[in-house]
């Protein structure tokens, strides 16, 4: 219980990714241009997938979502990351922070789900591909988008809900370049354990849920593709799924290795590799893998010419 005067925070510090001041600079340029490239890269595919009729199929309705998400996702957290290589503090209000955290939690979690309902669309398109049209219908579709946007709101809020009941007295320099759970939980002057229990609770149903789902759905992916006779038929199954098999392994290894080990076994630096793999590195390549290795947004790309 809190006594005497206490001054509670109304602003917090971001000390960012590193602060060596020789690396700021070249960082900066280092991810304005990751940015750029992010966003063209999905603006692109939206774009084309949303514009090119050849394209209104389930895998690039998903498609279409992940680049959405992923298009959000990087400017909730660049922009400022961008702001703290040039400026000498980087300051961001208690609702800023409070904001970004929720608008992090939502987009992870439904990015984590988009992934899992493309691995299910490859599925079915691989293992039961005459009864495709009929099981992957747009109304199913539709309905699959808007539980997995319902799933990452529940686990957003209830992430943003057991940190506004937390208090937070004079400290206020966060060890990051965003405000990311781990590091806000580290400045509080209550008690965090309901916290990290949810915190635990939803991280593991939120990554090891989709990813059984996927393991799964590539196990009977791969039992298919190995009862193919021809070869050309083989290599055209994988070509299929090696794009989404990179974009799952990125994503979600980057996600284990923050949120699942034991604190003991974590340091901040890490942390803050591993977060500018899934917040900067992965929007900007999957617009790249699902590009360049995908023969029908290659053959739409050169019919439509920017």
């Known amino acids: 219980m809190l006594t005497g005067n206490v001054s509670f925070v109304t602003e917090f510090i971001l000390v960012g990714l590193t602060e060596h001041p020789d690396l700021q600079l070249p960082l900066f340029f280092l991810f304005l241009a990751m940015y750029i490239i992010t966003v063209q890269g999905n603006l692109g595919l939206i774009t084309l997938s949303g514009l090119n009729s050849h394209l209104h199929t ?107 009941r937390l208090t937070f007295c004079d400290a206020n320099t966060i060890n990051h370049y965003f405000c990311d759970i781990l590091p806000v939980l580290q400045l509080s002057c209550t008690s965090t354990y309901v916290n990290e229990l949810v915190l635990f609770i939803v991280a593991s149903i939120n990554i090891f849920v989709p990813s059984l789902t996927i393991f799964l759905s590539y196990g009977f992916i791969l039992c298919s593709i190995l009862h193919i006779n021809s070869t050309e038929g083989r290599s055209k199954a994988f070509s299929t799924c090696s794009s989404h098999i990179i974009a799952v392994s990125l994503f979600f290894g980057s996600c284990v290795f923050m949120y699942l080990q034991p604190s003991s076994a974590r340091s901040m630096n890490e942390g803050k590799i591993s977060s500018v793999f899934y917040t900067n590195v992965i929007p900007m390549m999957n617009p790249l893998v699902y590009s360049l290795r995908n023969k029908d947004v290659k053959t739409c790309s050169e019919k439509n010419p920017a």
Do not use: W
């Open 58 to 164: 389930p895998m690039y309705f998903f498609l279409f979502n992940l680049s959405f998400i992923d298009l959000f996702y990087s400017s909730v957290f660049t922009p400022k990351m961008l702001m703290n290589f040039v400026s000498k503090t980087n300051i961001i209000s208690y609702q800023g922070c409070m904001a970004q955290l929720f608008f992090f939690c939502f987009l992870v979690i439904s990015e984590c789900y988009v992934l899992t309902s493309m691995a299910c669309d490859r599925y079915v398109a691989i293992c039961n591909p005459l009864l495709y049209n009929i099981v992957m219908s747009p109304k199913l579709c539709a309905n699959l988008m808007f539980g997995l946007y319902l799933m990452a709101f529940s686990g957003a809020m209830a992430h943003t809900g057991c940190m506004l």
